[in-house]
């Protein structure tokens, strides 16, 4: 057994091993996992969370490592958690251009864990939470959530961020991919990278078009704002920081930081109340409470809703 | 509101109105569900109920007819549902071939009802068994369940038959086809249909082969029998007959059938115990207690897990 507040101290101090110890003990759901969580809660809370999605091509990964340098430059520590809903494959597997982030690897203060989802119990939504409170009470200041892939998961991953970025480029047809994806309605910072390529402009029009922004807006509304970079030569990053650093005081002023930090939590606790009900169901095949149960509906002395209710109620007594 | 015990006493009276109103009752888990399944409980349980499984091409549908006819000839009443788990359309429709079921139109003593499983709630582990509790207490003595189309509910129709049926056809590779779809392992009687077509013997004899009929087995132990019919012509269909009431004896002896239906029951239990507290978690969405939870991770006093407890724990007192 592994001597968890010695491991979580060790994490908290910035060791990489043990952050690394701690995510693959919450990632496996191991017998240790609630003390992990325990021990976890009172180091939680300080971690700004940004979630980074867009089509493949875009410069998800530049764009990563380049708001790193960026974050590095004015001091705060940074997680990053690169998710790939389509891979088997977790921990240290450096996905395809991932290599990239090698710029970082002998700064301590960067963290940065890959983790694959496919054939988790409860996928993304169980998982990254997990590993996203353990960068947390690591002492991460910043912690990036960036999608590695396609898919339908850019939402989720959206929908555990505290401020959600989508990026576009030029000429890529992102604006209609983007709203087919409904990918448009989830961001509070968009930011249209390669803007030194043809059709740049024209790509910012068309995102102000489909958001609207040239509409009239209730005072006081965010106005997700539209940031032009080229990662890779880490142009417009710093403006990026900006927008993301106003975004995070506009949602603190009005209490919307903490709103959308309860609601994740909500929806976290039910994932994993559903999970354990149906596993105590399970663990009642072949319980006497269930066929006895069973035998009084074969019977015909009880029909199977009253007994759904009887075995419900019987469920808390343990 | 429909007056449930007068429709559950016109349905017992065998009125085919009353029975298909009851079963669109349960199959649209109408408010009155529970109301219904309450007062059918005591009336169930006199029923046979039989499962027919076989790939597209072997002559369900006819074979479910002759089964009909031969069951009425020894004065039983029968009831018959058609599972089609790729339809979204249920009720009155009749599927393809399953006009030639019109020959039982006129009869009283049968009573036949298509059901469609696709985009139900839960799907066929749902609806079907309430179907059969409907059919049972309206007296029908043999039920028939009958897939219509192909797929991997084909073992789910049989899990909830108390005999199943796997019908196979000469030089259809259906040997090979029905050990893939695990159909094989289900069976309790073998029907080799259109037998007097080439290549009926040796699907027998291969049938024989791959069961390990030819094998040494316990005293006692059930041998499922291979009849070869020509249902479209009523031939070996009396004898399909005989060879269930055979396996019907066999359990009745052992107490088998008693264990099968209890088994079946405390699936049912689960199924239905685990959608209600499902339910039951997603009425607490903006409730308060589960934003209280949600607000005190965020605060750090609490770990999702332990605030899963207190949810779970809560969730049985109303």
Not at 190 to 209: P, S
Not at 214 to 222: N, S, T, V, Y
Request: charged share 25%; net charge neutral; aromatic share 2%.
């Amino acid at each position: 057994m592994v001597d968890v507040p010695d491991l979580v101290e060790q994490a908290r101090q910035g060791r990489p091993r043990a952050v690394a110890r701690l995510i693959s003990l919450v990632e496996g759901a191991s017998p240790q996992l609630r003390a992990v969580m325990a021990a976890l809660a009172p180091l939680t809370g300080n971690a700004y969370v940004v979630g980074l999605t867009g089509s493949p091509g875009v410069g998800k990964s530049t764009s990563t490592s380049a708001l790193i340098t960026a974050y590095r430059k004015i001091g705060k520590r940074v997680g990053v958690l690169a998710v790939d809903p389509s891979s088997p494959f977790s921990g240290g597997a450096l996905l395809g251009d991932r290599v990239r982030m090698s710029d970082h690897a002998s700064d301590p203060g960067v963290y940065i864990r890959s983790m694959a989802t496919r054939g988790h119990l409860g996928g993304l939504a169980w998982s990254a939470p997990q590993a996203i409170r353990v960068l947390d009470a690591a002492g991460c200041e910043v912690i990036l959530v960036e999608t590695v892939g396609v898919g339908q998961s850019e939402v989720e991953i959206a929908s555990q961020a505290d401020t959600s970025v989508v990026l576009l480029a030029p000429g890529m047809g992102d604006g209609i991919q983007a709203a087919k994806a409904g990918i448009l309605e989830i961001g509070d910072v968009y930011v249209v990278n390669k803007a030194d390529r043809e059709g740049a402009d024209a790509t910012v029009r068309e995102l102000n078009h489909m958001l609207g922004l040239g509409e009239a807006r209730a005072a006081g509304d965010w106005r997700p704002p539209i940031v032009k970079t080229v990662a890779a030569r880490a142009e417009g990053v710093d403006e990026v920081v900006e927008a993301l650093e106003k975004h995070r005081a506009w949602m603190e002023e009005r209490g919307i930081l903490a709103e959308r930090r309860s609601r994740r939590a909500a929806r976290e606790v039910e994932t994993i109340a559903v999970t354990a009900l149906r596993e105590r169901i399970g663990d009642l095949r072949g319980d006497r409470r269930l066929s006895a149960l069973a035998d009084r509906i074969v019977r015909g002395e009880l029909d199977p809703y009253a007994a759904a209710d009887e075995l419900v109620a019987g469920l808390t007594q343990g």
